[in-house]
């Protein structure tokens, strides 16, 4: 939000029009402190000097277990001194004048984030609790509350609120949500009349409405067999919409150049007077630093912003809390994964994603999207953009896929119904006798299965499932009509685990995916020892037609097999 902050002054504020500039406040436990994600923030804060950041850290010692000492020695206020934040200590959490001279410093830091080292007691006043982790997660008690209301002199009432407490805070909202609301309108129409076109972007952004126009950079692929990275196709489609909606932005963990999340032709976000860019830059570079950039993003969102992150797919592990977040406060962040499979090839089973669809998709709210070509990642984006209260993963291969003939095969629109029947052989309203059912660059495997099914004279329905989620969401009569209850022979394909299938794929279907880790070899080989083939796929399909599904093979059965054939990858 502090980011926001300054983008927002870089890119709107005018000499006598000062529209935005607001400070960010953040209360820090010890627990806080510990975490990595707080090392991370806290870094990235002091190099972009966000003196606008102010974090209020409750030193009471206390964690759950007990006092700090037990895990953590550190001299944590001499970390953040490194990190580049301007220290204050305020040695009485009750010394309000001490506290107030903490908040005025921080005011007057022009280059530096502040943090506020607060000394304070858990359970001030407490006779047995003060200064004890079990006032920290179990309630005191009648008798204890009692006993502390006695020592602070307060009367031994429930849910007491003095009349001059509430008159205070109702002057406070007065004053901040009426009187500075109705200052800052004011000054707004005043920017509107004398900035027209920039009024007019500032006012389509916080309302989320999108810019007129905002789709008219976009084009469609033509048909191409070599084709490209969906990581590249993506790419162009991402810059396309940036040239049309102003306050899209964002960046990745350091994988910009193998992520290609890079808007073109667009400054860096940095420091006023860095030789690489300024604050109203659009191009962020969080780091390697997934768990931060995650919660950066939602923080943009609720300011506003557009935000895009992007790393690979096996690092989303790292971010999945900021992205479970997303979901829960559904802010509209758009996270990018690159190279998600095991079509990675060389790179190995470290970073070859095998459970992370699965476990994105089980987060509930979240959107994911695995397109299979250009031109199912161009409606992709037309699809996410209009989204205002939905988080959305992207999901990108790194090896080249072919760009459909869409005169062949069925519109890449289809993806606004998260799935859609790409071919079929079936006639005059016949079911047909095997459903294919496949997502990104397996969709390709599935075409040529598809093909050679087809020329056997098989009734093949073939479907492309660039997101199961958005699908689930259409009405049971376009469900029924992809995927007809009387065609139970049905083949899922994905370089994945089934979990995310069964639904789709019932009793009698089965699943040609992976059950166990990937190889570190050429991608081609790698594919053809995992069984991610059109062999394969055509076996399994023969197998659901006839009624016998394979099943599910163990993780130790594929390496008993694999060390029965000696192989050597």
């Not at 080292?117 to 359970?123: C, E, G, M, Q, Y």
């Not at 609790?129 to 009432?157: C, R």
Request: hydrophobic share 40%; charged share 20%; with cysteine.
């Amino acid at each position: 939000m502090a980011i926001a902050s300054k983008w927002l002054a870089a890119r709107f504020n005018k000499p006598d029009m000062k529209l935005f500039g607001f400070d960010v406040f953040a209360l820090a436990s010890d627990g806080d402190m510990q975490e990595g994600l707080s090392s991370e923030a806290a870094s990235l804060a002091g190099h972009l000097k966000l003196n606008n950041l102010c974090w209020i850290w409750d030193n009471n010692q206390i964690t759950i277990e007990g006092n700090v000492a037990w895990a953590m020695s550190e001299d944590l206020p001499t970390r953040f001194i490194a990190y580049g934040w301007n220290v204050l200590r305020v040695g009485d959490a009750n010394d309000v004048e001490a506290l107030t001279r903490a908040f005025l410093s921080f005011r007057r830091e022009q280059e530096r984030p502040t943090l506020i080292v607060v000394d304070s007691h858990i359970a001030w006043g407490a006779p047995t609790k003060q200064d004890s982790f079990h006032a920290h997660g179990t309630p005191l008690g009648d008798k204890e509350v009692t006993a502390t209301k006695h020592i602070y002199d307060w009367p031994d009432e429930k849910f007491l609120v003095p009349e001059e407490v509430k008159k205070h805070f109702r002057i406070q909202m007065a004053e901040q949500g009426g009187v500075s609301r109705k200052e800052w309108d004011k000054m707004f129409a005043t920017f509107q009349n004398t900035y027209p076109e920039e009024g007019k972007i500032l006012q389509d952004m916080i309302s989320g409405k999108l810019p007129e126009g905002w789709d008219s950079y976009c084009k469609p692929f033509p048909a191409d067999a070599k084709g490209l990275a969906t990581r590249q196709s993506s790419s162009e489609c991402l810059n396309f919409i940036g040239k049309g909606v102003p306050w899209l932005l964002g960046g990745s963990a350091d994988l910009a150049t193998s992520c290609l999340t890079t808007l073109k032709g667009m400054d860096d976000f940095m420091p006023p007077g860095s030789q690489w860019g300024q604050y109203a830059g659009r191009n962020l570079h969080f780091g390697i630093r997934e768990h931060a950039m995650g919660s950066i993003m939602n923080g943009l969102a609720l300011c506003k912003l557009r935000p895009f992150g992007a790393t690979f797919l096996v690092f989303s592990d790292y971010m999945r809390p900021p992205i479970r977040l997303s979901a829960i406060m559904e802010t509209p962040c758009i996270f990018v994964f690159t190279h998600d499979s095991i079509g990675v090839g060389e790179d190995g089973p470290t970073h070859q994603p095998v459970e992370h669809l699965g476990s994105l998709r089980s987060i509930p709210g979240l959107a994911v999207f695995r397109p299979c070509d250009a031109n199912e990642c161009l409606e992709m984006w037309k699809f996410i953009m209009p989204l205002q209260d939905q988080p959305v993963a992207i999901i990108l291969s790194r090896q080249a896929l072919p760009t459909l003939d869409r005169q062949t095969f069925a519109s890449a629109e289809g993806v606004h119904k998260g799935g859609y029947i790409l071919a079929d052989t079936s006639t005059n309203g016949a079911a047909p006798e095997v459903i294919l059912m496949s997502t990104g660059s397996e969709v390709h495997l599935m075409v040529q299965a598809h093909q050679e099914l087809a020329a056997s004279g098989v009734k093949v329905r073939s479907v492309s499932f660039p997101s199961l989620e958005i699908f689930k969401q259409q009405s049971q009569e376009y469900i029924d009509a992809v995927l007809p209850n009387a065609c139970r022979a049905r083949v899922s394909i994905e370089a994945s685990r089934r979990d995310s299938w069964g639904s789709l794929l019932g009793l009698d279907g089965e699943h040609v995916g992976m059950i166990t880790f990937g190889l570190s070899a050429p991608i081609k080989k790698v594919q053809a020892e995992l069984g991610m083939t059109v062999e394969a796929v055509m076996a399994a399909a023969r197998r659901v037609m006839s009624g016998n599904p394979r099943k599910i093979s163990s993780r130790a059965q594929v390496l008993k097999s694999w060390k029965k054939r000696k192989l050597s990858v």
